[in-house]
Each structure stands twice: as structure tokens, then as C-alpha cells.
């Protein structure tokens, strides 16, 4: 009887241990996976113009401040670049400056994330603002709708409209997703070799939980 007694509790340990390593396991799979599930839920999100589930997958004022950042210093190796020779470059470059605001308010919002999930960067372009889906999904928060704008393929026109937008790729960029470290996460896109990158870059919050919280146009 007693070694009935110690064989029962002995199967009832390993049978506990067995229990924690899986639900260690399944915990750390989750905790690997949620990146990656949280970008598509984003994804799906912005794509439907879905505010309210944006929102809670974007930390917008730090993507604000990434925005101003990162097209401050595009702006700044653009005039750098064509301002030998160029009398007109000063000038170009206070322009640029002010277009920031405008364009960093374009592109922190649903719009903004949607294009940012699909190919298409900010520009710094005068004008500029996220393209409007060519099949845009009704949209859940009216708030939200695309904000309407005519292409502009790019073209930097400093008399292009308000409204002027990007114009949606013809084919889906190269795309590579993973971790920067341990609690940073970063999805880069590329349109065919020799092109500029630019990564759109979530941050951890908590251990399963991640946010859209900069980007890094590397032009």
C-alpha cells in the first residue's frame, strides 16, 4: 500500500512538471508569434480603415515624433544632395520644413498606417498625402474614411495640390519581417533590388503585446 501511495504521487509530480514545461512552451511560442500576429491584425485593421482596432496597435505620438524625425532628415540629404550650384536650395529647404507638419498629421492616421503596411512610404513631397485605396472597404468609424487626393506618381511639384497623394504600387513590395532585439520588431519593404528601403518598426509593450511606433525611411 505504501508503494501504491508513493507510485500515485510521484505520477501526479511528473504529470504537474509535464504540465508547466508545456504551458512554458506554449507561453514562449505566443510570446515569439505576437509580432507577427499583431501586424496582421494591424494590417487587416488599416486596410478596413478600422479606427478603433488601429488604434490599439499604433502608439501614435510616438509614431508622430518618428514621422517628423525620419522626413526631416530625408528632406535634409535631399536639399543636401542638390544644393551645390543650386541658388534655389535654401529656400527648397524652408519649404520642406514646413510641409512636415501637414504630412506627419496625414500619415498618423488609419490612411497613414495602411500605407505604410503596404509599399508606400512618405515621400516629402508638397502635398503629400496617404493614396486612397483603389477598392477602399467601408470603413467601421466614419472619422476614418480615406482622405480624398489626387496622384501625383511621386513627383515633388512645389504647385502640386493639398490633396496630392502617392499613387499605389504596381506590385506588392519585397517584404521581410523580424526581430531588432528583444522587445523591438521591425518589417522592412523594398521595391526590387536597388531600391530604397524603409521599415516600419513595432515596439513590445508587455509580453505579448506590440505597437506601431516608428519608422525608418532609409533612402
Known amino acids: ?21 508545456l504551458v512554458v512552451i506554449v507561453a514562449l511560442g505566443l510570446a515569439y508569434a505576437s ?3 499583431a501586424l496582421n491584425r494591424l494590417k487587416r485593421a488599416a ?18 515624433e518618428s514621422l517628423k524625425q525620419q522626413v526631416g532628415a ?8 542638390h544644393s551645390e550650384g543650386n541658388p534655389l536650395a535654401a529656400i527648397g529647404a524652408m519649404i520642406g520644413v ?3 507638419g501637414p504630412l506627419v498629421d496625414a500619415y498618423a492616421t488609419p490612411d497613414g498606417v495602411a500605407a505604410l503596411l503596404n509599399g508606400m512610404p512618405p515621400r516629402g ?7 486612397v485605396p483603389s477598392n477602399p472597404q467601408t470603413p467601421s468609424n466614419p472619422q476614418a474614411a480615406p482622405v480624398p487626393g489626387a496622384a501625383n506618381n511621386g513627383s515633388a511639384d512645389p504647385a502640386a495640390s493639398p490633396a496630392a497623394s502617392q499613387t499605389t504600387p504596381a506590385q506588392p513590395p519585397d ?21 530604397a528601403r524603409y521599415s516600419a518598426i513595432f515596439q513590445r509593450e508587455g509580453l505579448f503585446s506590440w505597437k506601431l511606433a516608428a519608422v525608418d525611411l532609409n533612402e
Not at 74 to 81: I, S
Not at 125 to 131: M, S, Y
Not at 177 to 195: D, E, I, K, P
Open 1 to 21: 500500500m505504501v508503494v501504491s501511495t508513493r507510485t500515485g504521487r510521484s505520477t501526479t509530480r511528473s504529470l504537474i512538471i509535464a504540465f508547466i514545461v
Open 35 to 37: 509580432p507577427y500576429l
Open 47 to 64: 486596410d478596413a480603415r478600422d479606427a478603433q482596432t488601429v488604434d490599439q496597435y499604433v502608439d501614435f505620438p510616438a509614431l508622430r
Open 74 to 81: 530625408l528632406l535634409t540629404r535631399r536639399v543636401t544632395a
Open 98 to 100: 514646413a510641409l512636415i
Open 125 to 131: 513631397n508638397p502635398g503629400e498625402r496617404p493614396p
Open 175 to 195: 517584404t521581410t519581417a523580424g526581430y531588432r532585439g528583444l522587445n523591438q520588431f521591425a518589417v522592412t519593404y523594398q521595391h526590387g533590388a536597388g531600391n
